[in-house]
C-alpha cells in the first residue's frame, strides 16, 4: 500500500485546510480492508495521532482538535480526508497519513501545515 498525502500549505488562525490521503496501488478490497489515520509532528514534539477511521466507517478524533477537524473516507476514490476549520498556530505540523492492515502499517510522505498570521 502506498499513501500519497496533499493538501497542506499555509493558512491564516481561524482558516481551513482539506488533506488528502490516496491509497495508491491499494485495489478497492484492499482499502475497504484499511484502518486509516492522520497523525502529526510538530518542531520538537512526537507524532501523535489527530484523527483515525475503521474499515466500517467509524471516526475517532482527539480531544485538542474535537469540534474543528473531522475524518471522512471515499471507497470509490480510495481516499481519506482530514478537514481542518478553525485551524490555530499550535497545529502547525507536518501531517502523515497512517493505514493500518492486519497489524501492519503504512505511512505516507507528510504534509506541511502552517498555521500564521
Known amino acids: 500500500v502506498q499513501l500519497q498525502a496533499s493538501g497542506g500549505g499555509l493558512v491564516q488562525p481561524g482558516g481551513s485546510l482539506r488533506l488528502s490521503c490516496k491509497a495508491s496501488?491499494?485495489?478497492?478490497?484492499?482499502?475497504?480492508?484499511?484502518?486509516m489515520a492522520w497523525h502529526r509532528q510538530a518542531p520538537g514534539k512526537p507524532r501523535e495521532l489527530v484523527a483515525s477511521?475503521?474499515?466500517?466507517?467509524?471516526?475517532n478524533i482527539v480531544d485538542p482538535v474535537k469540534g474543528r477537524f473531522t475524518i471522512s473516507r471515499d471507497s470509490a476514490k480510495k481516499t481519506t480526508y482530514l478537514q481542518m476549520n478553525s485551524l490555530k498556530p499550535e497545529d502547525t505540523a507536518v501531517y502523515y497519513c497512517?493505514?493500518?492492515?492486519?497489524?501492519?502499517?503504512?505511512w505516507g510522505q507528510g504534509t506541511q501545515v502552517t498555521v500564521s498570521s
Open positions: 497512517n493505514a493500518e492492515l492486519k497489524g501492519r502499517n503504512y
Open positions: 496501488r491499494a485495489i478497492l478490497s484492499t482499502f475497504s480492508s484499511l484502518n
Open positions: 477511521i475503521t474499515n466500517d466507517g467509524r471516526g
